[in-house]
């Protein structure tokens, strides 16, 4: 079966610098994936290549088997990381604007959306901004929907409900590519693909992208002085609750850090996180 959106050996390069390394994925009807990795990883550079935004130095991009034309287009809907939105419109003019570039008819506005349809989009809060700009996306009925950080600065309760109709839609049948900061909504996703310096590193469940890294819990009194001397020593740390979390622990530096500032732990193994694969990526 032919993929919804695929990209193949994409490459992406700005004179020395190479943004997107050799990258290729695919969406599938009614999957939703989900591209992570942090900031500068490639991201949007790879979902511009997708769209035909951007061209690309090699590889290609493809929609329904074929490279990306006007008309092609127009079963995406995309919702870029600023929204797409113009902020001198009413919540009415933008949703009627781009029904209007897509031939279709606009969307029915209800909710607080319906009570702010006169209103500039410059006044709303940004969490009824991404609600506009995901009804945007959706009123042409697309076949694909690509999402950069959809929910990001929406509080948890509107990030629930967006990812309420990201889910229905898959279920409907449309193929889903999102890019999440968050890992509570990166478990939401069917498959996941992480970059990391422009290429693609890990594809899979949670379980395959952690796979290989390993995380120990160290717990003391004084938490705080404790995250001070693992850290001093050089050693990937970060905090859950009152435990310091050193990701790929080597045994013996860990112990002789401990033992030289007098300090007396208990070290647990422990389940390993995307996060902490990411920061052992981003040291390199």
């Not at 409900?161 to 049948?173: H, P």
């Amino acid at each position: 079966m032919t993929a919804l959106i695929e990209a193949r050996g994409l490459t992406q390069r700005f004179g020395d610098f190479t943004a997107v390394d050799d990258v290729s994925l695919h969406v599938d009807a009614g999957e939703v994936v989900g591209l992570l990795g942090a900031n500068g990883a490639g991201k949007t550079t790879t979902i511009r290549m997708l769209l035909g935004l951007a061209r690309p130095t090699a590889g290609e991009a493809l929609l329904d088997g074929s490279p990306p034309t006007r008309q092609s287009r127009r079963r995406l809907g995309y919702v870029p990381q600023g929204l797409g939105l113009y902020a001198e419109l009413t919540v009415s003019e933008n949703l009627a604007f781009a029904a209007q570039a897509f031939g279709c008819a606009p969307a029915q506005l209800d909710g607080a959306l319906a009570d702010e349809a006169d209103s500039l989009v410059a006044s709303l809060p940004l969490g009824l901004r991404r609600q506009l700009a995901f009804l945007c996306a959706l009123q042409h009925s697309p076949d694909v929907l690509v999402l950069d950080e959809p929910t990001s600065g929406v509080e948890p309760l509107a990030r629930a409900r967006l990812w309420d109709r990201i889910r229905s839609q898959a279920d409907s049948g449309v193929g889903v590519l999102v890019t999440t900061h968050y890992m509570q909504e990166a478990r939401q996703c069917d498959r996941l693909l992480l970059m990391s310096d422009g290429r693609l590193v890990a594809q899979g469940s949670e379980q395959d992208i952690v796979d290989g890294t390993r995380t120990v819990a160290v717990h003391a009194d004084d938490w705080a002085r404790l995250f001070e001397v693992l850290s001093t020593a050089g050693m990937a740390v970060n905090l859950a609750g009152r435990d310091v979390r050193v990701i790929d622990p080597d045994e013996e530096r860990l112990r002789t850090a401990l033992e030289q500032a007098g300090i007396t732990a208990t070290v647990t193994e422990v389940a390993p996180t995307i996060e902490e694969r990411m920061t052992m990526l981003a040291r390199g």
